[in-house]
């Protein structure tokens, strides 16, 4: 197969579209059958795929375009139209475009599984990463039938499996498009810190019905309402929460703080969808809080994400974050509210890419090649790594100071509780009340409480020193990220508080 780029000039390409073109052309000439297209959201795919198909048309080739969703049938016609693509049928159930005769055919993944798969000398998979087994076994059925998947995030496990795809064209990654003006910027906080200790990973994610009652705690909820009034300016919002029940109790708390506020789930109908978009646009709700949806496909001007669901999913967290990134006149950066501390453990969505496809073997755990973000104490705002003063605030950790004396002393007798305290001190361990954490982690969650209630930069510091008899390291006050006080960390610090009460009563 051969494609020969020759943009249109009533919608010309841009340099990184044509560049994509042409090192597809390059795939197909080396043999390669299936190749996946990775360009980040807002990057224009459906476009790239647009002249790729006017290309097949003029040659009288046959395509197919298959989109996951039904929603995503009439974006695809109204952009392919506005490429001059004219020769286009619809296969989804009874869609006024159905023409079966057109060598151009939009087909939803559903409709095709229940249909079978039409002659093509070209299919296109939009969202391939969602790897519908239905795809697969078009695949497997037709070998000879060239594939070109598109995504911004062609990570999924198995998808370079043999008879699957086989190459992947990297049209430039997040950090490189918005370097060049294609992307909008971003602003990560991090306003709060949910317990996930109790919530067990099942498929490589979280469980959603444990998620769902550590992240629908009433202080939570009321600081993500709280953290939007008070940072977002009233910017056209994305909120994604973890089920339905949350997603609509986040409704409820928004609407009575007076913030007009819409809800979308999987059984949205697609009039009510249209009308909530267009709200969306016209500014009559501010906010949408959606669950299981706007994750792919969305091209709204949104201004803010709020993340109200953690995830452990590269995938997942990607796809979320790209719904913000499109430009839009007036808009610098979108603002990206955390409440989920999934940047503090995936790091920035400019920070998280792969080389190549996952062939489904098993792969060793691999060093993250970039230290995390770390959170500033003084405002939440996300800093880069070994960035110490936060580009937001200002604010500059001040480094430990040793305040250890030495004086003159004796030696004492050890008992083997003593001894049992050293080898804790060798593993790099410590017991508060009944937990056995390390020093690193206890340290993490001091920052936590810390930045949590106010209190000035020394205070972990001091906490540290308490319970372990020395100071923390000097490089500890940029390398650790935050973590969540754990139960046991809690009491302790509230009998400390306690006991300075008590010792400094009058």
Not at 4 to 32: F, N, T, V
Request: aromatic share 8%; with cysteine; net charge positive.
């Amino acid at each position: 197969m051969s494609l020969l780029a020759s943009p249109r000039r009533d919608r010309p390409l841009h340099d990184h579209q044509r560049e994509a073109i042409e090192k597809l052309r390059e795939s197909y000439r080396k043999g390669k059958k299936r190749p996946v297209m990775m360009a980040p959201t807002g990057t224009g795919k459906t476009r790239i795929a647009g002249e790729i198909t006017s290309l097949m048309e003029k040659r009288d080739k046959k395509v197919v375009f298959t989109v996951p969703r039904i929603d995503l049938i009439d974006q695809t016609l109204e952009s392919f139209y506005a490429d001059g693509i004219t020769g286009i049928g619809v296969i989804q159930a009874n869609h006024a475009a159905t023409d079966w005769s057109q060598p151009i055919q939009i087909a939803s993944v559903q409709t095709l599984t229940r249909r079978g798969f039409p002659d093509a000398d070209l299919v296109i998979v939009d969202e391939a990463h969602l790897a519908f087994e239905t795809i697969y076994r078009w695949q497997q059925e037709k070998p000879e039938t060239p594939f070109l998947g598109l995504t911004a995030t062609p990570w999924t496990r198995g998808m370079g499996q043999e008879g699957r795809y086989d190459d992947l064209i990297v049209c430039g990654t997040t950090a490189e498009m918005i370097d060049k003006g294609y992307l909008s910027d971003f602003k990560v906080f991090a306003p709060s810190h949910p317990d996930l200790s109790g919530v067990h990973t099942k498929m490589g994610d979280y469980v959603e019905g444990e998620l769902s009652l550590a992240m629908n705690k009433s202080p939570l909820v009321a600081d993500v309402v709280k953290t939007w009034l008070e940072r977002a300016e009233w910017r056209p919002t994305l909120l994604f929460a973890v089920d339905r029940a949350h997603a609509k109790h986040l409704q409820e708390r928004f609407t009575d703080a007076g913030v007009p506020t819409g809800y979308q789930d999987a059984h949205t109908s697609m009039h009510d969808r249209a009308m909530l978009r267009r709200s969306f646009h016209d500014g009559t709700t501010r906010v949408v809080c959606s669950v299981g949806t706007l994750t792919t496909g969305v091209d709204w001007d949104v201004r803010c994400i709020v993340m109200a669901r953690p995830t452990k999913s590269e995938i997942l967290y990607t796809q979320i974050f790209g719904r913000g990134l499109r430009t839009a006149p007036g808009k610098d950066h979108c603002l990206f509210l955390d409440h989920s501390d999934t940047t503090l453990r995936l790091g920035f969505v400019t920070d998280i890419f792969h080389d190549s496809l996952d062939d489904g073997r098993e792969r060793g755990k691999q060093e993250r090649a970039e230290a995390l973000p770390k959170e500033c104490p003084q405002c939440a705002f996300l800093r880069p790594p070994r960035v110490a003063a936060c580009p937001n605030c200002g604010f500059k950790p001040q480094p430990a100071v040793n305040r250890v004396e030495h004086q003159a002393g004796e030696l004492h007798e050890w008992t083997r509780a003593d001894g049992a305290r050293l080898m804790m001190d060798r593993n790099k361990k410590i017991k508060i009340k009944d937990e056995i954490i390390s020093r690193e982690d206890f340290y993490a969650q001091l920052l936590t409480y810390q930045a949590q209630k106010g209190y000035k930069p020394g205070y972990a510091g001091a906490k540290f020193k308490d319970a372990t008899g020395g100071w923390p390291p000097r490089d500890w006050q940029w390398d650790i990220n935050p973590q969540p006080v754990s139960f046991g960390v809690h009491l302790w610090l509230r009998q400390q508080a306690q006991r300075w009460a008590l010792a400094h009563r009058r």
